[in-house]
Each structure stands twice: as structure tokens, then as C-alpha cells.
């Protein structure tokens, strides 16, 4: 399904990718201010510096780091909101057997955006009180085991807790593309039925589901693993083309699992989400008996018998 539709993955790159051009300006404007005309910015080209990184921008001449981080955090909302945007067009291509016109993408978009947005505030709101909760007790349980005389102990619990944040949170991610899914493919006005619907399903195929995001994740982290290492290994410090080749391709396979994601969710909804449509009987009509033609009365009369000649 996601590669039937690749078109989405790559005009979701260049739109992450305009939106982190626009993101870094500021940063780039501050930081050309006093590399242009300083000799330490060769441990910044040729290598990285942590030191002479941090002396940049203690300078006074950079200005204040907040300018270049609300120019970074608004082009990352305007990502959010273009995805809560585009995403049901792009459920609505994964669901169908064709090529979706693009009349029909865009109508799909225009008239679950604000189902979308109800949907991501709802799920915001839940998943960042369950998260909260979560890293409490996380915290707790350190500072529990820290008390012991095994060394060791913080470290396994700690690893421990975020393997089960890893597992809620994933759950909690599934139930809400579910319903965002049924939000979008069965037309649902009522966004609470697609959220009771959602999380009827993620209980009732949980670990089905759970286990293809899973794959995915992991999938995804070998992407990350694998770009990583490919930059250390074959790109040289100061081959700025060959790490900026190397990093915006990791970023564009860092989607696929993203969409696949989507994908599975789209694929449960087809085979299991659907209502079926009840069946009709219907019973043939009795061919009517041909009318019967009334006796037409003779209109001439009998023929007359012979008399017989003496």
C-alpha cells in the first residue's frame, strides 16, 4: 500500500525540508555573523568543536539563543499543522484502488481538518497525562533502586520503565490512527465514536497491531543506526555536500516508516473496521395468469340446414 503511493512520502520530505530551511535561518544568520570572520571556524568545518561551539554563542555579538529557537519551534508546528492537513487525503489514497485525482485528495482534506485537529487535541491531552504519569513512576522506581547495593539496579530499571513507556505509548499511538482512520474512511462526524471505535479494536487486535509497529520502529531505527554510521564512516569532516546528501537521505527513509504506520492502520480498518452492509431479500414477484378473453358472441348466424328435396 505505502508503495503504491510513494508520491506522499517524497512531498512530505520536500515539505519537511522547506519548513527546516526556513527553521534554520536564523541560526544560520547569527552563526555567519562571527564565523565569516573568525579563524576558530575551522574546528567547526574541519570536525566539531564542543568548546568552540559553545564560546560562539556565549558571544555577545551572536545575540540571544531564544531568536533562534522560536524561528526553529514555529516551522515545527506549522509540520503539525500541515500533517493533521494532508494526512486524510492521505488515508483516503492508502484505502483506495486507484490513483486518488487530486480533486478528491484535497476535498478528502478540506473536510476532515477539523476532525483531525479535535482528534489531535483529544489525543494530546491523553497521551501527555498518561506520559506524565508514566515518567513519575519511572522516577520513583530510580531513585527507589538507587537506595539498593546493586549498582546495577537503576540502570535495569530505568532501561525497564522505558521499554513499558515504549509499549503504552505505542498503544495509545494505534488507538488514535485507528480512529483517525474511521474518522476519515467511513466519513464519521461524531469524532467520540471513532474514539470508542479505535479503542474497541486496539484491545481487541492488540497485539497484532502492536507487533507491526513494533517491526516498524524498528525498521526506522535501523535507518537512523544506518545513516549514522554510513556519515562517520565514508563521509569526511569537511565534505559538507557528502553529509548533507547523507543526512537528508536518512531523513527521507525515516518517513517510510512513518507512513507504513499509517498504512497498517488503513489495512486493519479495511479488513476488520468496515461495517458490513446487511443483506437484502429479495423475493421475485409472481408472474401474473394471462387474462382470460371473454367469449366473443357469434355474429353470424348458424348456417342453415339443407332441406332435403322430395
Known sequence: MVSRNK?????????????AEFGASAFRNQAHAILDHSLLSDRLVHGFDLSVFFEMLARPEFGPTSASSWSAMFPALLFFAFTALFMPG???????????????FFRACGRNLWRFIRLMIIAGIIMGIVAGILFSIRGALIKSAGESTNELLPFYTSMTALLIIFLVMS????????AETDVVLSDQRAVRRSIAKGFHHTWRALGRLL???????IVA??????GLWVWMKFVPPANVLGAFFVSQLTLLFLLIPRFWQRGVAVGYYKQYMVEPIPEQSFTTPATPAPATEPAVAASVPPTPTESTVP
Not at 508520491?7 to 519548513?19: D, G, H, K, P, S
Not at 507487533?211 to 520502529?217: F, R
Open 221 to 226: 531505527a535501523f535507518f537512523l543506526v544506518g
Open 7 to 19: 508520491r506522499y512520502i517524497f512531498w512530505f520530505y520536500v515539505l519537511n525540508v522547506t519548513l
Open 211 to 217: 507487533g507491526a509497529y513494533i517491526v516498524t520502529t
Open 90 to 104: 492521505i488515508l483516503q489514497g492508502y484505502a483506495s484502488t486507484y490513483r486518488l485525482p487530486r480533486e478528491d
Open 171 to 178: 498503544t495509545f499511538r494505534i488507538w488514535f490512527d485507528l
